[in-house]
């Protein structure tokens, strides 16, 4: 099978988005498939670089990579985003790959929704079907209900130009990929007949081949762990409707600290996207309002994801807040599972994440709603941590975590891929 797979961001560059497809890659050339990667040169982007990543791509792989519109110009005109900037560079180049390369199926694997579009203008142009991966939701309505000073900046714009462009582009999808079936739930909800794309449900899946690499290529660690205290991690980014799960989360330890022995601090790593100049710490912020900034370590800017790996390895235990948004799935619970750590998982209670955790592992996890009370919450957080403090040793059940895997997940793809080009050439006929 003659695979374009389009991510614009693409080692070098360190973004969550780019790990589905930078997974699945070396069991693609494995099993003989022809495949290239249609990014943007990294000189373009303001996404962190991370040349572990790089390295570590398999032989032989082709990459080609276009040019952006300068974004140290484009800002002071107010637009920063790269699936725009690189638009007209990736529609041509992607055009002339079509025709010489003659791909059996197009994948978007990207948070850049915008680069999307494409998808219907090669379909139209080269009778090409194309699949789209929702690893978050595109239009995103989750800040309409919010208070005006609650909302990203330019919510409104944004919002516009996502509701737009999902519509002109989603129905004319053949596969759609999402990380759960909420978001496949919401696009059929929101287009109804007109949505005539097969659909599957794959989760990011866990990255078992890149824990080998780290226990055979361990990276130093970027942040020093005190050997002084029982250590807890996280790892990723902060959003701001986190930041109610994370605060049960420092209250909790702020209560058992008072009690305790042996402390425990909390490692807050990589938890802004963008720009360094950009970068807020959050977590911090919000310890010193709480008391408790003796017991937190927070760097903002983000770190190699093998570095991030190593420090999973290396904590005591995980952490793991959820946002309010109940459709949040965080893909790196497979990152922790891994690791074999107990993980301190704090969600919503509708989130998909309670089901596969139930599924997989014995490990004890505290959900929220809207209605919990916050004193409850931190009495629930604070049993699970003298549990873990106790010698708890999750117990991962193989057989059914096997399913999720890198391996696996590639293998459940590329079945979909051949019913999408399947079901494409019965309706072409």
Known sequence: MKILIVSPTFPPDNTPDLHRVRMMLP???????????????????????DHYLARALPQGLKIIRVKALDYRMTRALGLGNLAIRSFPFLLRQGSR??????????????????????????????????????????????YKSLPKDKRPHKYWFIHSLNKFFERWTVPYANGIVAVNQTYIDLLSERYGKRLKARTIV?????????????RNNPPSLPVKLDKATINAVYTGVVPDNMLFSIEAILRAIKQYNLHAEKKIKLYFIGTNYGPKHLHRERVLALARKLAVEKYVHERAERVSYFEAIRLVQMADFLLLPGTTDHRYTPSKFFV???????????????????NTIKETTDLPFITFTGETDMNSLIDSIEHVVNIFVSGFKPQIDKDKFTKYTDRYMTQRFLSFAVAVIKQNSARSV
């Open 27 to 49: 069991f693609l050339l494995e099993s003989g498939h022809d495949v290239i990667v249609l990014s943007v040169d990294p000189r373009f982007t303001e996404a962190p670089k």
């Open 97 to 142: 790959i079509i025709r010489s390369f003659k791909p059996d199926i197009v994948f978007f694997s990207t948070t850049m929704f915008l680069s999307m579009p494409l998808g219907r203008i090669w379909k139209r142009r080269f009778k090409v079907p194309f699949i789209l991966d929702f690893q978050d939701p595109w239009r995103n309505d989750y």
């Open 202 to 214: 794959l989760p990011m899946g866990a990255p078992s081949s890149d824990f080998d690499y780290v």
């Open 336 to 354: 922790y599972a891994l690791s074999s750590k107990p993980i301190l998982a704090v969600f919503h209670d509708n989130s998909p994440l309670k």
